[in-house]
Nanobody
Framework: QVQLVESGGGLVQPGGSLRLSCAAS????????MGWHRQAPGKERELVAT????????NYADSVKGRFAISRDNAKNTVYLQMNSLKPEDTAVYYC??????????WGQGTQVTVSS
């Protein structure tokens, strides 16, 4: 079993920054990528960013390219999402994911990010 624990959400003004963290524990050997989805009220959950466990290859949603950066610390089994130039439309619950093959199998509990003045 794998546990994903997120931290770092909160309230920020438009144009501000936040950094999310996701720490993995348990049987993480099966995970080949980690990253983040988000879900805004009344909308479907969408992929935000992913980083592979092997080569560290990254992938971003078009809506966050150039503003968000995903990184990892393998020694700590932790993935980070640096979010800059935040916009009100970034407001959502952000969920850390652990991917096995091409399936998003493991999920964190979610952390709220609110961008508002």
């Amino acid at each position: 079993q794998v546990q994903l624990v997120e931290s770092g959400g909160g309230l920020v003004q438009p144009g501000g920054s936040l950094r999310l963290s996701c720490a993995a524990s348990g049987s993480i050997f099966s995970i080949n990528a980690m990253g983040w989805h988000r879900q805004a009220p009344g909308k479907e959950r969408e992929l935000v960013a992913t980083i592979t466990s092997g080569g560290g290859r990254t992938n971003y949603a078009d809506s966050v390219k150039g503003r968000f950066a995903i990184s990892r610390d393998n020694a700590k089994n932790t993935v980070y999402l640096q979010m800059n130039s935040l916009k009100p439309e970034d407001t959502a619950v952000y969920y850390c994911h652990g991917r096995v093959g091409y399936e998003y199998v493991y999920w964190g509990q979610g952390t709220q990010v609110t961008v508002s003045s």
